[in-house]
């Protein structure tokens, strides 16, 4: 599969929607339109059926945006959240939010220090770790609402083609599920674009399949974003040298 390669950069989003188009966006604003930006999300949230409630005393515990938007409003209650952007929509949402500023490790670390529980985990049906377990031995109980699952989606010919075959394509990651989606779609072959990853885990499927992987120096996106933008540097000073 061959593809004619483009003059200017590709930033591929793989993240689902609504934030693909949000983080696209962000992209346009911070990297001006000599980088084309295509978003091609490689999962899609498809929510579960069931009622989510929460009893009087539950305090919340978010690790992504999408558990937010399936969750009640908040009214006040007291919501621990993995990052700042998730924090920032648990705030629209009602909630007394506060941010773990990291990962999963991050949002622990804050949960003991902070939380005198109970605790109720929103989370997708796909999970890396178990608060639960995690927080067991601190004395915290934590109940687990699942909200969600991530459907795998198929990605468009002409976006394997990019990955596949150019060089000046840049392709995101932004968790370890969506990588392990990904590594299928290149399973066999050697990606001669480049691969940013919001971290090591999301990086870790794809190990050895791109030409080169950076991973983001912080677990966000705006920390992917800087990593993309030092890439995107670079491929102009190559043009222009």
Known sequence: MQTMPSARPT?????????????????????GAAVEIVCAPLV???PLSQAIEFTHDEQVIFTSRNAVRLAPDGVG?????????????????????????????????????????????????????SFSNALAASGLVVRDIVAYRQVAKELPADVVS??????????????????????KHVAGNKAMSTLVAISSSAAAPLAGSFAKTVVASTTDAAGLLVAVQVICDDLSKQISG
């Open 11 to 31: 930033v591929i989003i793989t993240r689902p929607e609504p934030d693909a188009a949000q983080f696209a966006e962000q992209a346009r604003m911070t990297l």
């Open 44 to 46: 899609e949230i498809e």
């Open 162 to 183: 990019k990955i596949l075959c150019e060089q000046r394509t840049i392709v995101t990651a932004f968790s370890a599920n969506a990588a392990e989606v990904l590594s």
């Open 77 to 129: 209650r007291t919501a621990f959240c993995v990052g700042q952007r998730t924090a920032e929509l648990a705030l629209d949402a009602g909630y007394r939010a506060v941010s773990a500023d990291g990962d999963a490790l991050d949002l622990i670390i804050l949960l003991k220090a902070q939380s005198s529980g109970p605790l109720v985990h929103v989370r997708g049906e796909q999970t890396t770790l």
